[in-house]
């Protein structure tokens, strides 16, 4: 399969990491629910890159001393001394080693912990945006405080006691009630019917790209006509559906092209496009250069 793969936190720790005492003591049956690690006690576990893939999680990392790369999409990040870097769900994403310097959390956590979709104020923060930035700086006098609340969450799910879940997810929350501060946001009208409709989709896309690529599968999806979904999505963004769709079928393919040995007519097969003829007249239409000169000027700008 060309396509990106998918997993979950219990998966990227067996695939990706070293098997120690460490993950059998740290990795519970609630693993895949929530987890909060320290960076310092698991750097020197994974020596290998993660390659691109997508995860059934929303997870953070949040740096205290150094500075490493993580990618969203196809932007590469470096993640610096008092900055977090949030990557939502389904999100294609991939990361350098951690360098043996760094310091800081990592945490990772799935909807029955808490449903970022639920809180507009927060669903309205372009960190969790397909295109937006998912770097915060933190401010110096601020980080004592959300040193503090990282550390209140660290000890709950270390030593489990009465309402625990019910713990993390207030102190996770107030945590990103805090972070939102520093954040620009972007309006959504609270009851707004179409604004409500493009969040669901643009949600969707990522997790079901590209196995569905036309404006008729996620209108199915949503339970509502092809038209009333351009509509929506038209009125809101000022894009069609469509064009949502082929932005994320690029980034597919950007992917691949930068970090994987397919052919591009393996490419194109796994992302619907038929033969590499067509997949090429796609991509230079969508980027201004083809497939394989994409693929030469990023190998081009790695020497």
């Not at 610096?80 to 389904?90: G, M, T, V, Y």
């Amino acid at each position: 399969m060309t396509q990106i793969p998918t997993f979950n936190p219990t998966q990227l720790v067996d695939r990706f990491s070293e098997p120690t005492v460490f993950w059998k003591e740290h990795t519970s049956q609630t693993f895949d629910t929530f987890g909060i690690l320290r960076l310092e006690n698991i750097r020197h576990l994974t020596k290998v890159r993660l390659p691109p893939h997508r995860k059934t999680f929303q997870d953070f990392f949040f740096i205290t001393k150094g500075a490493f790369q993580r990618a969203k999409g196809v932007v590469e990040y470096s993640v610096k001394e008092n900055q977090l870097c949030f990557i939502p769900a389904h999100q294609i994403t991939y990361a350098a080693p951690i360098p043996k310097h760094v310091t800081g959390f990592a945490c990772h956590f799935n909807t029955t912990i808490l449903d970022l979709n639920q809180y507009t104020f927060l669903r309205s923060l372009p960190l969790f945006e397909v295109g937006g930035s998912p770097i915060v700086e933190i401010p110096e006098k601020e980080l004592p405080k959300m040193i503090y609340l990282l550390e209140r969450i660290e000890e709950e799910f270390y030593h489990p006691q009465k309402n625990q879940l019910q713990l993390i997810q207030s102190y996770l929350l107030t945590f990103f009630i805090e972070l939102s501060r520093w954040v620009p946001h972007n309006e959504i009208q609270t009851g707004d019917r179409k604004a409500v409709v493009v969040e669901k989709f643009k949600k969707l896309i990522q997790q079901h790209v590209p196995e569905k690529i036309t404006v008729q599968d996620y209108a199915a999806l949503l339970h509502i006509t092809a038209n009333h979904l351009n509509k929506c999505v038209k009125s809101i963004t000022g894009k069609t559906a469509s064009d949502w769709i082929n932005e994320m079928l690029i980034l597919e393919s950007k992917v691949l092209l930068a970090q994987t040995n397919y052919s591009i007519a393996e490419i194109a097969y796994s992302l619907g496009k038929g033969d590499q003829s067509y997949f090429g007249r796609f991509f230079k239409k969508k980027t201004g250069v083809a497939p394989t000169q994409y693929r030469k000027m990023i190998e081009k700008s790695e020497l």
